[in-house]
């Protein structure tokens, strides 16, 4: 999951981004400690559920699951460049 997800949850109690002076598709979160604390959490939660997920895995199987996955989103975003509609995608 996404920063932008994550911060959406507390767009809801006002506006939390600021645009960023240096990269123009670029925002500035301004959160408090108690949204920073709340994120972290869930970031701690989720990775606890990924883990869970994998479990079965081996190590080597989920390096492997990982390249996979990584293989297949430059194949999504290679492609949506020859459509003209690249969002590139992060690392």
């Known amino acids: 999951m996404g920063s932008a997800r994550f911060l959406g949850a507390f767009k809801i109690a006002g506006d939390i981004r600021s645009p960023d002076p240096i990269h123009r598709r670029a925002c500035i979160a301004h ?3 108690a949204e920073r604390q709340t994120i972290k959490c ?3 939660h989720r ?3 990924m883990d869970r997920a994998a ?3 081996a190590a080597a199987e989920r390096k492997r699951e990982v390249d996979l996955l990584r293989k297949l989103a430059l194949t999504a ?3 949506l460049q020859l459509l003209g509609k690249n969002r590139p ?3």
Do not use: D, F, K
């Open 47 to 49: 990775e606890a559920a």
């Open 42 to 44: 869930a970031c701690v």
């Open 31 to 33: 959160l408090s400690a």
């Open 77 to 79: 975003q290679s492609r």
């Open 89 to 91: 995608l992060s690392r």
């Open 55 to 57: 479990s079965g895995l």
